[in-house]
Structures are given as structure tokens and as C-alpha cells.
């Protein structure tokens, strides 16, 4: 009679695997083991590994596991879990599955989107990727500030999880293209695999979402939703530099999307040498597929992308003042798009052509005007004519006080009034590495505070450069 039941319950596991992909079959049946059934009271009692598996099978397989149980053992079957709780002792807890059956189960979502169960994780339908349609490949001008991290977006696009670049890390400063490079990647993705699971978050979202799953005591959900995503798109992820809990979360989420070949791209306003606040174990999966940096646009891709926005939406503006914005604008990508919007806004409104005096009206209103922007070079001459220290020394691998103070002085500055990451200021001046551009500038800080002469020659330093920019 055992060996009838037992038939049974193998009857059973061949229906649901009928149902469910083989590995949801291996990870969540396989390991059920059958005990024993009680004719009598029509008991059916299995064996599950851990009390995580008990609640998993409860939470998305109850449905499924009382249709099949009916058709084999018939109607009124009880099913009960005997679950081992610890392994070294062999301690096991009996606990019936009969209030589970017939429950209707809310989801967890994230961001709108219903979170998929075992059963349904396959239907990439049920997924909203949270991407943007309109930031492609196709209208991502190249440029030599991008060309690397083009390539590769594409690339992975083309092959996700397949590649070497996995993670996928892209840093650089806001207004680069960072996001529009991002959603490229996913968009075309979705466009190549349909049936992939491809989601865009923000990394604030991703918080919100996390703690929202702890207050509501959710928080296997929020795991299990994001370990079913084949590529997981995280954008701005400096601003966990704190969050302890979620970066410990997004750990687990990460090994196991990585384990299993799934792709994970990242985006931040820095490289991770320099995310301060995060544990080497994530740090060290950052940087173990490729790290690319972005910079903003120079003035002939400024002048590309504004040629390109023309074109797409069928404005006419003339060459001067297409370089006149390039030139006068922050480099931002989203700054030059607004200026044309508002343009555009203005020249409808008042009845005008686009010209030189109407860009010069919109720009001073629309974006943040920086005529002579600051580079490594003019910092550079500025504190080595200050101190009268040639270059050729600061570059060198001397140790005297006078040539290091120039470094560190020329570090402080150039972290001050550039937007680039302690690694290139590092590499620019002198080829050093982050965290001697992290230590000067400490250095430099401190010695202002107790130092009113270096503080004063400091202010005479950073006067010129307001000379320079008036």
C-alpha cells in the first residue's frame, strides 16, 4: 500500500512538472520528500529541506499542489509539511497546509508591476521594463566622450549575461548620457529577446521599495522579484553610499543574478573607488566586468547632438547659433535639449525667427552659463605661477615641500571646481592614483582651517580664477 501511495506522490511531482519550468521543478519539488498517506483521515505528509521552502511552496505553489494532490489522491486530501528545522539533530516540526488552500494572495510589486510568482516568472508580459522608448541607440550620437561605453552597451544589448562585461559599471558626471545610454541597452534588448525579464530602476526607487517590503514584512517578495530579472538595470546607485541595509539586500540580489548568467548593468555619478561608505565584498562585484567612464560631450558633440534634435524634430536653426549654444552651454545633454525646447517655445509664442539674439536671450534663462570653464590645465598654470613651481616638477616623482604642496594644492582645487572623479584629477596631475587626490585634499582642508596665511594665499589663488572667467 506504501509503495501505491508513494506512486501516487511521484504521479504527483510528474503533473507539476508538467507545469512549471525545470528550474522551478528542481529548486522547489525535487527536494520534497514523500512520507507517508493516511487512509483513514486522508493525510499526505512530505518532507521539505527548510522552513523557507514550506513558506515558499504556501506562498505561490498552494493552488497548484491541491489541484494536483485532487486528481491523484482525490478531493478532501490534507497535506502537511514536515519541515526540518535543524539539520545537526535531525529536529523536525509538522505543520498542515489546509488553511493555505483556496487563499487568494496579494503580489509584490515593484513600481507597478506585479511580481511574478514561480508559476508566472517566465511571462515577460506581465513586466514592465520601467524603460524609456525613446532613448535608443539610434538617436545616441557617438562621440570620443562615449565611444567605449557605447560599444559595449551595444554589445551587451546584443548578447546579455554572454559577455565579459558583466557587471556592465558606467560612471560620469549628470548630464552625460549616462541614463539615455542605459535605457538604449534595455530597449534594444527587449527588441532582441521579448521573452527576457528586462527592468530599469532608479537606485532611489530601489530603496523606497526595499523599505516599503520591510514595513511590510514582505521583504522575501522584494528578493524573489528582483532574482527573476534577466537584466537589471540600476541607475545612480552613488546615492546607497549609506544605506547599509539595502546595499546588504542588493548583495544577495546581485550574487545570485550573477551566478545564473543574468545581466546587471550599474550607472553612477562616480567610480567605484571612490562610492565611500561601501563594503569591498560589493565594491569588488563592481569592478569585476568592466568599468567605463563617460564625459560630457565636448563642443563638436554638443554640435552633433543639437544637429540631430534639429533634424528629429524638423526645426530650422541656423549653423552660428547652433555653435553659439555648444560653445556657451555646460556641456549637459539635457541642457542643450532644454535650450532648444525653449527656442522653440519662444519663437512660436512671440512670432520669431531662431537667431543669435534670441538664443543669447533663452540660454542666459535656460541654463547655467559657464563662458570659460575651469579645466585641469588652467588650475595648473594658476597655483604653479603662484608658487612659482614649474610644472615639469609637479609632475615628477619628487618629494620636496614645495612640489608637493603644489600637487595637493592643484588636487583641492581641481575637485573643487571641476566635476571629474579622484581618479582622472589623480591621473591628470601627475599620474597619481584616488586616493592620494582624497588625501591631499583632506590635507589641504586642514591646513586652512588652522592656517590664516595659507588660507589667504588660497583666496588669491582662486580670485585669479574669477579674473580669468569675467
Given amino acids: 500500500m506504501i ?9 504527483c511531482l510528474a503533473l507539476i512538472k508538467e507545469n512549471v519550468s525545470e528550474q522551478q521543478y528542481n529548486t522547489w519539488f525535487s527536494p520534497i520528500v514523500f512520507e507517508s498517506f493516511s487512509e483513514k483521515d486522508k493525510t499526505l505528509l512530505v518532507q521539505v529541506p527548510s522552513p523557507y521552502v514550506y513558506e515558499y511552496l504556501e506562498e505561490y505553489y498552494i493552488d497548484l499542489l491541491s489541484r494536483v494532490l485532487s486528481k491523484c489522491f482525490g478531493d478532501g486530501v490534507k497535506l502537511t ?3 526540518v528545522a535543524d539539520k545537526t539533530h535531525g529536529l523536525t516540526t509538522d505543520v498542515q497546509a489546509g488553511e493555505a488552500v483556496g ?14 510568482t514561480p508559476l508566472d516568472a517566465a511571462m515577460p508580459q506581465d513586466l514592465n521594463p520601467q524603460l524609456n522608448p525613446k532613448q535608443t541607440f539610434n538617436n545616441f550620437i557617438e562621440g570620443n566622450s562615449n565611444k567605449l561605453p557605447r560599444t559595449v552597451g551595444l554589445s551587451i544589448a546584443e548578447h546579455p549575461g554572454k559577455s565579459t562585461f558583466n557587471p556592465f559599471y558606467m560612471y560620469g558626471p549628470s548630464g552625460c548620457g549616462k541614463t539615455h545610454l542605459i535605457n538604449a541597452i534595455g530597449v534594444r534588448c527587449k527588441e532582441l529577446y521579448p521573452q527576457k525579464r528586462v527592468l530599469y530602476v532608479s537606485a532611489r526607487l530601489f530603496q523606497v521599495q526595499f523599505t516599503d517590503s520591510l514595513l511590510k514584512k514582505r521583504i522575501n517578495d522584494f528578493i524573489n522579484f528582483y532574482q527573476s530579472i534577466d537584466v537589471l538595470i540600476v541607475d545612480d546607485i552613488q546615492e546607497w553610499a549609506t544605506a547599509t541595509s539595502t546595499l546588504d539586500t542588493f548583495f544577495h540580489i546581485f550574487n545570485h543574478l550573477f551566478r545564473n548568467g543574468k545581466q546587471i548593468i550599474l550607472a553612477s555619478d562616480r567610480p567605484p573607488v571612490d562610492l565611500q561608505g561601501m563594503k569591498d565584498r560589493l565594491l569588488t562585484r563592481f569592478s569585476c566586468g568592466l568599468i567605463a567612464e563617460m564625459e560630457k560631450p565636448n563642443v563638436e558633440l554638443c554640435v552633433d547632438i543639437l544637429k540631430n534634435k534639429c533634424r528629429r524634430d524638423g526645426l530650422k536653426i541656423p549653423e552660428d547659433v547652433i555653435r553659439y549654444i555648444a560653445e556657451t552651454a555646460s556641456g549637459s545633454v539635457r541642457d542643450l535639449q532644454g535650450v532648444i525646447n525653449s527656442l522653440l517655445a519662444y519663437s512660436v509664442v512671440y512670432n520669431s525667427n531662431v537667431d543669435m539674439h534670441l538664443a543669447e536671450r533663452v540660454i542666459k534663462r535656460a541654463v547655467k552659463m559657464d563662458n570659460h570653464p575651469l579645466t585641469i590645465d588652467d588650475i595648473l598654470e594658476k597655483v604653479c605661477n603662484h608658487f612659482n613651481v614649474s610644472q615639469q616638477n609637479v609632475f615628477s616623482r619628487s618629494r620636496k615641500r614645495e612640489y608637493v604642496l603644489v600637487r595637493q594644492v592643484s588636487m583641492y582645487l581641481a575637485q573643487k571646481y571641476t566635476k571629474m572623479p579622484a581618479s582622472r584629477i589623480g591621473q591628470l596631475i601627475g599620474n597619481r592614483d584616488h586616493s592620494t587626490v582624497i588625501h591631499s585634499c583632506s590635507t589641504i582642508e586642514k591646513r586652512m582651517k588652522i592656517d590664516k596665511d595659507f588660507q589667504n594665499e588660497m583666496t588669491e589663488i582662486e580670485t585669479s580664477f574669477r579674473i580669468k572667467n569675467s
Fill in 81 to 83: 509539511y514536515r519541515i
Fill in 3 to 11: 509503495n501505491s501511495h508513494s506512486a501516487l506522490w511521484d504521479k
Fill in 103 to 116: 487563499i487568494e494572495r496579494p503580489q509584490p510589486t515593484a513600481r507597478g508591476n506585479k511580481a511574478p
